[in-house]
C-alpha cells in the first residue's frame, strides 16, 4: 500500500536517539537498545556497516527487505519503523522484543509443550497468512528469525540475514534444515514454501532438532529431497501433532496443508491458546 507514516518520511539521524546497552552482534554489527528522544519509544537500533554490506553485495537485499518490512503490519511480525545511514553505516529503526530470541528460550528447554508449540505454529500461520495476501512470501521462519515480544507472542524478525549473537547454532545461513525441496532443487518457489518452513519448526519445536538434520550437507539434501520424515519414539507426541507435520512436509507444494486449514486442524485447535500467547 501506498500509505507511509510520518515515521517513515522523517529523516531519521543518530541524534534522535539514546543508546543504550548492545542487544547482541554478528556479520553487519551490532543491534542496541535505544530510546527516541522524543516520544521517550524504546526501539531496537541494529547498526550495518556498509563496508561489509557491500562486500557480501546484500546492499539490494537489504533495500528490498526494508520496503517489505516497512509495510507488514502484523502483531506477530516485527516493525521496521524507518532507517538512516552516515558515511559508514546504515541504521534499520526496528520494534524491540522485550523477552528476547526464541531459539535461545528453545536451547534452554530443549523442546516444547504441545500446547506451546500449537499456540506459537497457529499465531505464525496467520502472520503467514497476512504476508501471502500482500504476496510477501518465504519468511524465512527458523527459530534464529523469531523473536519473543513482552507479552510471550512470537514475531518474525527477519531481513533475509541473520545477526549472530555468541551462542549461535550452526551457520544461519548456511543451514539447509528449512528449505523445501523445490528450494533444494532451486526450481522457482511459491508461497507454499512457508508451509514446508512452519511444518519443520514445529516438528523442531516438539523434539528439539529439524526431522532432516545430518551431519553431511549431501545427507540432508537427499532426506529433503525424499522427506525421509521419522517420529522419534521420545518425546511422546500426539499422533494430531505428527498428523499436522505429515500434511505440511509433502514434497508436492500443491498438496501441502493450506494455512488456513492448519487452524482448523483438531491438534491446533485443541492446543493452541486463542490469543496467541502462551501463559505457561
Ligand atoms: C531476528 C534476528 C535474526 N535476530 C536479531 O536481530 C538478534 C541479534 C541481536 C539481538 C536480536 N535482535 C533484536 N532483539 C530484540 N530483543 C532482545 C534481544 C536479546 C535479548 C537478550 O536476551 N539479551 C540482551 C540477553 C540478556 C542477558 N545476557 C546475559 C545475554 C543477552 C533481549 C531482547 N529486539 C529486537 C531485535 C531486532 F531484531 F530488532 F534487532
Redesign the pocket.
Known sequence: SSESTAAERKKWTLNDFDIG?P????KFGH?YLAREKRSNHVI?L?VLFKSQLKESQVEHQLRREVEIQSHLRHPNI?RLYGYFYDQKRVYLI????????LY?ELQKCKYFSERRAATYIASLARALIYCHGKHVIHRDIKP????VGAQGELKI??FGW??H?FNRRRTMCGTLDYLPPEMVESVEHDANVDIWSLGILCYEFLYGLPPFEAKEHADTYRRIIQVDLKFPPKPIVSSAAKDLISQMLVKDSSKRLPLHKLLEHPWIVQNADPSGVYRG
Open positions: 546497552k542487544l547482541g552482534r554478528g543491534v531496537a541494529k516485527l526496528l520494534e524491540y522484543a522485550a523477552k528476547g530470541e535461545k534464529e528469525n523469531l523473536l524478525a527477519d541473520s545477526v549473537t
